[in-house]
């Protein structure tokens, strides 16, 4: 071994142990615990391995591996290492993807270095030649060596630019300078390597791992711009200060030499007075003003927490108190805007936990005050999550840099990483009253780009401290508006159901006496004919024809009495759900028709003419052709009643949605009329049970007679016929009038094929119908 041999020897061993120290202090902070940490440590073994294996090559304790020892090191030690320090770029970037396929990718040439550094292929030792050049065999492995190391360190630096370029968090980026320092070392350490110069090599390789080192176990690494601006600004005062005592000094000499009795010593100790009294103020002043030239935003702590309260401390308006709040603290800091989050705690199983021992159950509830109502901007933190806690009990601002690096915020939930990343805030400050965590201020990165120091940390908590009883009242004051306005909505809602209960109220004497007007009819009717008839059969007065005309009479009085009767239970089947449907295919024009045909005496005797046009057309219907008649009457029945003598009444029908298949369309049928109309306070209570516009006891009694009323039961029962089919049914008319007579129109729309009659009769539901050659097949 030679001379110069014997320092890179060891400094080569020395390098390896220092390896192995750093492994160490990795192993001691961090374990492996984490993916990037076991990787950087395996990284360390590996690399300390290499080095001292190149330094006993050089002491010829690897004779038995050959002359080329050192060289076999390098050419199989540096691409695993390269592939390595790719991966772990990966990890510590926190990059999710197909690992798989770089480590294959990484293998196969690592195995091509290998197969052809020992020929396993036979291949001949000129590969090719040229004019003027060889191309040698044994240069194929080092070069494949040199094109895998790029492919694999060129992809470790594309992916660290990439990662820095998307990160707009300072303590994100400041992590990653670190990180983008240790790849600059490797590889000019690797460059070092391939001419041959392993101690220097082995040294850039060291100062590599040492700054992975220190990104890796250290969370709040010493910010890079903070130490350039320092670093600047401190050879800007220390040039100063020179170039203004070597002027002085030199003015002095130029001065005073030519002053008789001149004495150098007495000069500079003149020159040096006058400096001092006059230099270190004009020091103070330039270095404030080159810091903060080089640092940006500065603010005076005092003076903003000064303005800061005197603009908040009469506020009670809690969306105003958030925007000035916010707006004034961004401003000081410098901020990309911030958010104030009002937390409510919402009861779980315990709030205070078994024994009191913490929070257990429940969640805080965080509502943004300073935006628009808007879900994005509200989030809900389990009172059990790490976040939770740290806010409830630190009494600390915590950062999003430790929320996504600290290992203890690593349980939180998916959705709450979500939520607080999509806030995009860099600094959350808790306030709190009485010791309860009441609400959160949030702001976002600075505009220069810094990060926030410890310094701006305090006095952010110190502004805290002040707006909390600003907040809380606001918050009391809020609560008092939202109670006020409950209070009001429940009065409105106290009055709102008096009005319906005086018109129940008033429904219930209206069917009191309805019932007793409809009923009263008959009754005397029967009577009548019964007391007329006892007496002539008494006298023996009675024929058979005058027997035959009494009992006309009675009958025609039974009639209508169950008439009524009928209708009531109908209305009880309506209400209860009982009525049943038994539903077939049915034409619309014959249901009409029919309906029609039982008002032809009451049309005749009115003068009126009824028209029905379109119904032909119209698909059959799967419906109870009985009901749908009913329906229908009592239409035909409403429209003759309402419209003068003479009238005229016109039912037209149509298909709508001819767009869909045809067992999902629907059918509407309009019964419309040249009568007295409709009052718009009107058209939305005229299906109500037992209603009729008007006074009550002023209406006349009959089916058919002009504005004559019954027991106000008709449409009641009509509009629940067409909603247990499935349907709709409302009425249209531009007013009530008796001298113009605007009309109304009654519109009826029920489906084709409807999925589920509702009734409860009917408890089959049609779960397939298909027509076939004209006959119906049901799966029920």
């Not at 197969?115 to 090719?128: F, H, I, S």
Request: charged residues 20%; contains cysteine; glycine residues 8%.
């Amino acid at each position: 071994m030679t001379d110069t041999a014997i320092p890179t020897t060891i400094s080569l061993i020395v390098i390896g142990i220092l390896y192995l120290l750093a492994v160490g202090v990795i192993m001691r902070r961090r374990g492996l615990r984490e993916w990037d940490a076991g990787l950087l440590a395996l990284y360390g073994v590996i690399s300390a391995l290499w080095t001292l294996l190149l330094a006993f090559s050089r002491l010829g304790w690897l004779a038995m591996l050959g002359d080329d020892a050192s060289a076999m090191a390098l050419l199989y030690g540096l691409p695993f290492l390269s592939l390595l320090f790719f991966h772990l770029s990966r990890a510590f970037l926190r990059l999710e993807g197909p690992d798989q396929i770089w480590w294959g990718l990484g293998v196969v040439w690592i195995a091509a270095v290998i197969v052809l550094n020992e020929n396993l292929l036979a291949l001949p030792d000129r590969m090719w030649v040229g004019p003027g050049w060889i191309f040698q065999r044994q240069s194929l492995p080092f070069w494949v060596l040199v094109v895998g190391w790029g492919l694999f360190m060129g992809g470790a630096t594309i992916v660290t630019a990439r990662v820095y370029r998307r990160t707009q968090q300072p303590l994100h980026r400041n992590r990653i300078k670190y990180w983008s320092l240790s790849l600059a070392l490797n590889v000019v350490g690797a460059g070092f390597f391939f001419a041959g110069h392993e101690t220097l090599g082995s040294g850039f390789q060291f100062l590599s791992i040492l700054s992975a080192t220190y990104a890796v176990v250290t969370y709040r690494q010493a910010d890079v711009r903070q130490i350039g601006r320092r670093t600047v600004s401190y050879l800007v005062i220390t040039l100063l200060t020179v170039a203004v005592y070597t002027a002085g000094f030199v003015a002095t000499q130029n001065i005073f030499q030519s002053v008789p009795g001149y004495s150098p010593v007495l000069a500079g100790v003149s020159m040096a007075l006058v400096l001092a009294v006059l230099f270190d103020p004009l020091l103070r002043l330039v270095q404030r003003l080159v810091t903060r030239l080089m640092s940006g935003t500065q603010y005076d702590p005092a003076r903003t927490l000064r303005e800061y309260s005197a603009n908040i401390s009469n506020i009670l308006d809690l969306e105003r108190l958030a925007k000035v709040a916010v707006g004034l603290v961004s401003e000081a800091m410098g901020s990309r805007g911030g958010a104030l989050f009002v937390v409510h705690y919402e009861e779980g199983t315990d709030k205070h936990g078994e024994n009191g021992s913490g929070v257990r159950g429940g969640c805080f509830r965080l509502q943004d005050v300073t935006r628009e109502q808007n879900e994005m901007f509200q989030g809900v933190l389990a009172a059990e999550s790490p976040v939770a806690r740290y806010l409830q009990r630190e009494h600390r601002p915590l950062t999003q840099y430790d929320i996504d690096l600290l290992p203890r915020f690593q349980s939180n939930s998916p959705e709450e990483r979500t939520w607080l990343t999509s806030l995009d805030m860099d600094v959350y400050v808790p306030i709190y009253a009485q010791g309860e965590w009441i609400g959160l201020l949030a702001l976002g990165r600075k505009v220069s780009g810094d990060r926030y120091f410890e310094e701006d940390l305090t006095f952010l908590s110190t502004l805290a401290d002040q707006t909390a009883v600003a907040l809380e009242n606001a918050r009391l004051f809020e609560d008092l508006k939202n109670r006020n306005d409950e209070n009001e909505r429940l009065n409105e809602e106290l009055t709102a159901a008096n009005d319906e209960l005086a018109r129940l109220d008033q429904a219930k004497s209206n069917f009191i006496d309805i019932a007793s007007h409809e009923l009263r009819t008959p009754l005397t009717q029967i009577r009548g004919y019964n007391e007329i008839l006892c007496e002539m059969i008494r006298d023996a007065t009675v024929d058979a024809e005058t027997g035959a005309q009494m009992t006309r009479g009675v009958l025609k009085g039974v009639r209508r009495l169950e008439e009524i009767v009928d209708l009531m239970f109908d209305v009880s089947q309506i209400d209860t759900e009982t009525m049943v449907l038994n539903a077939s295919y049915t034409p619309v024009a014959t249901v009409v028709g029919m309906a029609v045909d039982s008002w032809t005496g009451a049309l005749q005797e009115r003068g009126q003419t009824v028209k029905v046009d379109g119904l032909e057309d119209l698909p059959p219907l799967w419906a109870d052709g009985n009901r749908l008649n009913q329906v229908f009457s009592h239409l035909i029945q409403n429209a003759i009643k309402y419209t003068p003598d003479g009238g005229h009444i016109r039912i037209t029908g149509r298909v709508l949605d001819v767009e869909m298949p045809p067992q999902d369309r629907t059918v509407e049928i309009v019964v419309a009329d040249n009568g007295i109309g409709i009052a718009p306070d009107d058209l939305g209570r005229i299906f109500e049970k037992f209603y009729r516009a008007g006074d009550v006891l002023t209406h006349s009694t009959g089916r058919t007679k002009f504005k004559g009323a019954g027991p106000g039961l008709g449409l009641t029962i009509a509009r629940g016929i067409v909603e247990a089919h499935g349907g709709r049914i409302w009425a249209e008319s531009s007013g009530h009038d008796e001298q113009m007579r605007p009309g109304s129109q009654f519109h009826v729309v029920l489906p084709v094929r409807p999925q589920c009659l509702k009734s409860g009769g009917l408890e089959a539901f049609i779960a397939a119908v298909r027509v076939e050659d004209d006959s119906v097949k049901m799966t029920i």
